[in-house]
């Protein structure tokens, strides 16, 4: 199914033209590199920033794993992993900014900093986490030559082989998600980086496995973003899956909430696209009414006219069953719209 997919999913036609493994692109990735040791070692030196993580259960275990690090206060800390601070490769790369009056001085200043790899684990980018609740809560590295976050997604550099094994991604909102999933033993999980799930971030997952499995957070924004994602799906047979977060916003209080063993069992549960968009319509009714069940039963037909005849014939049985509706009734209204649906096609 991944072949039908990436035929539909078009990436920009500019992909590839600019070699990414050049000299160019060798000695900037060395240059992330070097920040993302200094920012590595700098964390040790922070009580504060490790009593984040801490909090945040995370180990420190995980942390060596996924390279984090912390920046701190001051203006031009870098200096101190740089032998020239005023290279412009520095200010190409995201790591530092010149303001007006030309002063240079570090973008990330007092966060915890998460390395972003691409698939072949150059470190190309960095966000940054505030230990408060100022804002901007997240930082992330602008684009640059190395950092695209249309095709980038957090984590594929290490969860690309578990994908593969379990024939399934799982897609989460942030790096701390992934992260969290991650430490709770979900190998095949990435993120998205403060962006949308794009065509770009579908293709390269497909080409690992044929099944998506979103899990954005519980909040109506995440919703949002989530059936926006799924939408790029629509006329491909990949597999979806939705599972349904009870309990938290997001993968990641879940876990730190009620343990990696509930999270778990709710992927295990995930629903596919069909029964997450027939649980959103429900939601949208009191189907204690009786105009309320006809109104859900008018939607929800409206959903399975558009799936196989097996799949419609088993949504049937349980919809009517469920609601206490007559079977051949819910039929006869289906086949009636999908001879109205197939006239409008014609």
Known sequence: SSDVCSSDLQVPEDEGRRSHDGPKFASLTDLMM??????????????????????RGLSGEIAQKFGIGYAPDGWQNLGAAFDDYTQSELQAVGLVIKNDQGRLYDRFRGRVIIPIADERGRVVGFGGRVLDDSTPKYLNTPETVLFNKRKLLFGLDRSHRAIQQEGRAIVVEGYMDAISVFDAGVHNVVASLGTAFTPEHAKKLLHYAPEICFCYDSDEAGQKAQQKAMTLFDQTDVKERIPALVGGKDPDEIIRTYGRDKFKGM????????????????????????????????????????????????????????????????????????????????
Not at 37 to 51: F, M, N, P, T, V
Not at 273 to 297: H, P, S, V, W
């Open 34 to 55: 070097r920040a993302a040791k200094y920012y590595y070692e700098q964390l040790k030196h922070s009580d504060r920033a490790i009593g984040y993580l801490k909090g």
């Open 267 to 346: 992927l295990e549960g995930a629903s596919n696209e069909t029964e997450f968009r027939l649980l959103a319509l429900r939601r949208q009714y009191n189907l204690a009414t009786t105009q309320g069940k006809i109104d859900f039963i008018g939607g929800a037909l409206q959903i399975l006219a558009t799936l196989p005849p097996v799949e419609q014939v088993l949504y049937v049985s349980r919809l009517s069953e469920e609601l206490g509706v007559e079977r051949q009734n819910m039929k006869v209204q289906l086949q009636s719209l999908k001879k109205k649906v197939f006239s409008i096609q014609i």
